[in-house]
């Protein structure tokens, strides 16, 4: 156990544990313990979800408690914070989470494909999230800091059809946002890259010791 706590990684949808090692390897330089869960975003809904991730975050018996998480993660981390919070719970740094939804999944429902390739996690993901989705998501009333990208990768054209205003290539900006949280930066990465990002690795760790990002973005940890 170190003595900064332990950082909950928690993975993007159609991701695994691992592509969070990027931001784990940076998170135990900076003197922090992590524990990168997996679950299956494209099997199983956030119900079931959450119900399989509760024993492995039991786990954790000492704190403080932190999450670090990417895109979809963000939304998990939120329902595995409403069903049980850690008893020492402390921040939460979230990259790129579509807390608003991403036009990308609503494009494919309007197809009629977005099932096939997102199962349930296209109620999670939609524009249109469902009530019953929006009540596992609870209340946020801990510190919670997000990381926005505004520089998508592939045809921009192609993508500002999709997302007029700035965007990550898969999230807005605009859909970033939270009510209740501590601090919300925009930083020139795309919507995968700032995983891998250095001063993104950065802002994250200057957040859990700080409770809110760094004015310089090339800040170090």
Same mark, same amino acid.
């Given at each position: ?8 990684? @928690? ?15 940076? @998170?135990?330089?900076? !003197? ?15 119900? &079931? ?22 895109? +979809? !993660? ?20 979230? @990259? ?44 946020? $009333?801990?510190?919670? !800091? ?16 999709? +997302?007029? !205003? ?16 501590? $601090? ?18 950065? &802002? ?10 760094? &004015? ?6």
């Amino acid at each position: 156990m170190s003595e900064h706590g332990t950082v909950i990684l @928690l993975h993007g949808f159609g991701m695994r544990p691992i592509t969070m090692l990027p931001v784990g390897r940076s @998170l135990h330089r900076a !003197g922090f313990a992590t524990l990168a869960l997996p679950y299956r975003s494209r099997l199983h809904p956030l119900e &079931q979800i959450v119900d399989e991730l509760l024993p492995m975050l039991n786990g954790v018996k000492d704190g403080p408690v932190h999450f670090v998480t990417h895109s +979809m !993660g963000g939304l998990v981390a939120r329902a595995l914070i409403a069903r049980a919070r850690p008893k020492a719970m402390d921040k939460v740094v979230m @990259l790129g989470p579509p807390h608003g939804g991403s036009e990308w999944v609503d494009l494919l429902a309007r197809a009629r494909i977005s099932g096939t390739f997102f199962g349930p996690a296209e109620e999670v993901l939609s524009l249109r999230r469902p009530e019953r989705v929006e009540s596992l998501l609870g209340e946020v $009333d801990y510190p919670i !800091g997000i990381i926005a990208g505004n520089r998508p990768t592939g045809v921009p054209i192609f993508s500002a059809r999709i +997302m007029p !205003g700035p965007h990550d290539g898969k999230v807005s900006v605009a859909a970033t946002h939270l009510r209740g949280e501590a $601090d919300h930066i925009v930083m020139p990465v795309s919507h995968m890259a700032m995983i891998w990002d250095g001063a993104v690795q950065a &802002q994250v760790v200057h957040f859990l010791r700080h409770g809110s990002f760094a &004015q310089e973005t090339e800040a170090k940890p």
